[in-house]
T-cell receptor, first 113, second 117 residues
Framework: AQSVTQLGSHVSVSEGALVLLRCNYS??????LFWYVQYPNQGLQLLLK??????LVKGINGFEAEFKKSETSFHLTKPSAHMSDAAEYFC???????????FGQGTRLTINP | GAVVSQHPSRVICKSGTSVKIECRSL??????MFWYRQFPKQSLMLMAT?????????EQGVEKDKFLINHASLTLSTLTVTSAHPEDSSFYIC?????????????FGSGTQLSVL
């Protein structure tokens, strides 16, 4: 079975500060890992994905994530937070099916002016 | 990029009535669609996998007779919440997998907020 744990249900940073959202995974097979963003009352938008290629993955809106097998982690970072980054962020791993995703609990990111 | 349209975005209904939610892939064909449920401030929980032309596969604990899924074409899947009750109130989200791309590519609808009175 596969699972994802997001550390911290709520993260608050100042505008311009570093954003770090933590995600640890558990998988019996090489994982595909994803980060999604959800704005209020909307669906999910893919930020980036890791599919066994480069371990440092760059996504949209200046976000990036690094796959660390030794730490079973896939933390999401952004060097400088923007007010528009305020949203809910979900880490996900491929489930048993080719396209089934198992989501983490989500982390709400708040940006302080 | 690929677009998935989900309709309606919000619905309010009386207890005991049925509600149908549509999920359409607008510019690609989707052999597989997924239906998720999200409670407030919680994560998405997969309810079922919908395959075009065949019966849906439901996750453990999801009542197939209550949540009817139909995937009659490569661009449309519907979720019908039958005899809805207040505990069915939730945010429902669909996703669709594009045939031409690698399996890990999914596109999500914008969600449907269901409120049962």
């Amino acid at each position: 079975a596969q699972s994802v744990t997001q550390l911290g249900s709520h993260v608050s940073v100042s505008e311009g500060a570093l954003v770090l959202l933590r995600c640890n995974y558990s998988s019996s097979v090489p994982p595909y890992l994803f980060w999604y963003v959800q704005y209020p009352n909307q669906g999910l938008q893919l930020l980036l994905k890791y599919t066994s290629a480069a371990t440092l993955v760059k996504g949209i809106n200046g976000f990036e994530a690094e796959f660390k097998k030794s730490e079973t982690s896939f933390h999401l970072t952004k060097p400088s937070a923007h007010m528009s980054d305020a949203a809910e962020y979900f880490c996900a791993v491929n489930g048993q099916g080719a396209q089934k995703l198992v989501f983490g609990q989500g982390t709400r990111l708040t940006i302080n002016p | 990029g690929a677009v998935v349209s989900q309709h309606p975005s919000r619905v309010i209904c009386k207890s005991g009535t049925s509600v149908k939610i549509e999920c359409r892939s607008l510019d690609f064909q989707a052999t597989t669609m997924f239906w998720y449920r999200q409670f407030p401030k919680q994560s998405l929980m997969l309810m079922a996998t919908s395959n075009e032309g065949s019966k849906a596969t439901y996750e453990q604990g999801v009542e197939k007779d209550k949540f009817l899924i139909n995937h009659a074409s490569l661009t449309l899947s519907t979720l019908t919440v039958t005899s809805a009750h207040p505990e069915d109130s939730s945010f429902y989200i669909c996703s669709a997998a594009e045939m031409a791309l690698r399996n890990e590519k999914l596109f999500f609808g914008s969600g449907t907020q269901l409120s049962v009175l």
